[in-house]
């Protein structure tokens, strides 16, 4: 069974930065794409960024490009979400996802969650 366990959430004020980690329990999960999604208050779950390593694929959603970036440790079998210039609209709870085939479409896997807050 795979158990992501994600860290790094916090309260930060507008334009500051946070990195998210996510560390996965399974060794299998080096040939599993690693994703991050989230979920603000009231609104669906959305794609964030993900990263197929087998490939050296990156994708990030339009919202967060250009101040994210996604990547892994492949040793310690971690993914990181670096967030720069966050921004309000950035607030919400940050989720680690793995497995399935493809960078954006979410795998059968989940994290428990972190919130992140981000102040005006």
């Known amino acids: 069974q795979v158990h992501l366990v994600e860290s790094g959430g916090g309260l930060v004020q507008a334009g500051g930065s946070l990195r998210l980690s996510c560390v996965a329990s399974?060794?299998?999960?080096?040939?599993?794409?690693l994703r991050w999604f989230r979920q603000a208050p009231g609104k669906e779950r959305e794609f964030v960024a993900g990263?197929?390593?087998?490939?050296?694929?990156?994708s990030v959603s339009d919202s967060v490009m250009g101040r994210f970036t996604i990547s892994t440790d492949n040793a310690k079998n971690t993914v990181y979400l670096q967030m720069n210039n966050l921004k309000p609209e950035d607030t919400a709870v940050y989720y680690c996802n793995a497995g399935g085939w493809t960078v954006t479409e979410p795998g059968d896997y989940w994290g428990q969650g972190t919130q992140v807050t981000v102040s005006s």
């Open positions: 399974v060794i299998t999960i080096n040939n599993s794409p």
């Open positions: 990263i197929s390593r087998n490939i050296g694929l990156t």
